[in-house]
């Protein structure tokens, strides 16, 4: 709880944005060591100076991290700090990814495929029905998909109704703390993800639904992300900025089209236009793009049979795999299944002479089909 405090306290300090924070917790070593350290010392540090100082050595933010601790024990809210394992690896590859987040529900954020789905507040009938349909799909045809987007009006929440209708988990990223839901009305569905995914934000409770904070949230959106669907959007707006945001990322973006004269495809016409997006018009379109290997419910049934004789250390191997059919980095299985680098390789080794695994490009392994 300690070291929590100063994760949380460093979030807290007026002037330091996720990037400053980054570079003076390496300078000096550590996140503690910045509340520990001299004021002389702080005001000598790039980019801090004596207004920036002072506000550190404040103990304001010690008290206000404290207050949030005991607002995170009671709720059992978990947080990742940028430096833990379990913050989400792809959200970490973006450079003004947040610090600190905190989430509430069930879902592991480096597990699986992770689409965002985003797009107008103002959806049409028809809109919504492609949104619904590309996610049943994805859903049924994927294996271990999380549909994230924002729990707005229109397509967002459109995206996480369809997705808990399908039994899939979504993520909803809000722009205020966890303790409240905004907008009210969609407390219903909020409540359902807790238990099939969950509510991701940066910002500490008491945190107010401003303007500014959605923004900003959706850079979390695009980076969470392996691809990013815009289902509608305006020639402005949120949806386009993520969109903008994810290519930035690196991130695969896909759009649906729309007729010229309609003013809710204007977004995704723009975005196809400038080659900034895909053009899809359903989910198997996406599955093309994005080279992923369609689930088969018989091949599993055939692969438990063919793995009974497996070692419970083989066994719990292949379970891990088989939550990811593209396959799953050698270093990330060490890390998941706390298993040291050198007898995993040694292990995975001898699964692929058996014919059970198959190595793949960047030290990649998966179960063979």
Known sequence: MEHLKYQIGITLIKGIGPNLAKNLIAYLGGVEAVFKEKKQVLSKIPGIGQVLSNEIVSQDVMRRAEKEIEFILKNKIQTAFFSEKHYPYRLKECPDAPIMLYFKGNRNLNDGKFIGVVGTRKATESGKEICKNIISDLSFKIQNTTIVSGLAYGIDICAHRAALDSNTDTIGVIGHGLDRIYPAMHRSTAVKMLENGGLLTEYVSETNPDRQNFVQRNRIIAGMCDALIVVESGARGGALITAELANDYNRDVFALPGRVNDEWSAGCNLLIKKHKASLIESADDLIHF????????????????????????????????????????????????????????????????????????????????
């Not at 018989?298 to 793995?307: A, H, I, P, R, Y």
């Not at 083989?314 to 040291?340: A, F, H, S, W, Y």
Request: proline share 2%; net charge negative.
């Open 290 to 369: 994005m080279n992923w290997e369609v689930s088969n419910v018989q091949n599993n049934s055939v692969q438990t049979t063919l793995f009974e004789d497996l070692t419970n250390e083989e066994q719990e191997i292949i379970t891990l795999l088989r939550q990811d059919l593209e396959g799953i980095n050698v270093n990330e299985m060490t890390i998941r299944l706390n298993k040291p680098y050198s007898h995993l390789s040694s292990q995975l080794l001898e699964m692929e002479f058996k014919g059970i695994v198959k190595s793949l490009p960047g030290g990649v392994y998966r179960v063979v089909k």
